[in-house]
């Protein structure tokens, strides 16, 4: 019995630890004054709700679709990140993301700009077409 508690406690955080790390790589803010580079970044909590899901997968799609040459050239980057993994605070504290939500970290012209999709994404989430196109717009306006 003592074997297996040790092994299920490993079996979890080997679990815990493949699915947080995503998160734990640095991003790269380099940029030409030229090229623009975005990282997408999904922020959520240990427990997601329908929604939670649903805007990570139809980011997702969006991204590995019209934008898959982009990712493939590290134009663009997606990542979600757990806020209630104690390795991701710092990331989540400078967003100000404590719960769900979606950003697009654009370095354009050297400068870093955060952007806030967290309230549209929830409001869009339901019409598939329309966030994806929409997504879509927002991620070519920040190129």
Same mark, same amino acid.
């Given at each position: 019995?003592k074997?297996?508690?040790?092994?299920?406690?490993l079996?979890l955080?080997l679990?815990?630890?493949?699915?947080?790390s995503?998160?734990?790589q640095?991003?790269?803010?380099?940029?030409?004054?030229?090229?623009?580079r975005?990282?997408?970044?999904d922020?959520?909590?240990?427990?997601?709700c329908?929604?939670?899901l649903?805007?990570?997968? $139809? &980011? !997702?799609?969006v991204?590995? /679709?019209?934008?898959?040459?982009? %990712?493939?050239?590290g134009?663009? =980057?997606?990542?979600?990140?757990?806020?209630?993994d104690e390795?991701?605070?710092?990331?989540?504290?400078?967003?100000?993301?404590?719960?769900?939500?979606l950003f697009l970290?654009?370095?354009?012209?050297?400068?870093?700009?955060k952007?806030d $999709? &967290? !309230?549209?994404?929830?409001? /869009?989430?339901?019409?598939?077409? %329309?966030?994806?196109?929409?997504? =879509?717009?927002?991620?070519?306006?920040?190129?």
């Amino acid at each position: 019995m003592k074997h297996l508690i040790h092994l299920s406690f490993l079996s979890l955080a080997l679990f815990v630890s493949a699915c947080t790390s995503n998160a734990q790589q640095p991003v790269k803010a380099s940029t030409t004054a030229s090229s623009a580079r975005i990282d997408v970044i999904d922020f959520h909590n240990e427990h997601r709700c329908k929604t939670c899901l649903t805007i990570q997968s $139809l &980011t !997702e799609e969006v991204l590995n /679709s019209t934008f898959a040459s982009e %990712k493939k050239a590290g134009t663009i =980057t997606f990542r979600t990140v757990n806020v209630d993994d104690e390795a991701n605070a710092k990331l989540a504290e400078e967003f100000g993301a404590y719960g769900s939500a979606l950003f697009l970290h654009v370095y354009k012209n050297g400068k870093a700009e955060k952007i806030d $999709l &967290t !309230e549209w994404a929830f409001m /869009s989430a339901n019409d598939a077409a %329309k966030f994806k196109a929409e997504l =879509t717009k927002k991620l070519r306006a920040a190129l």
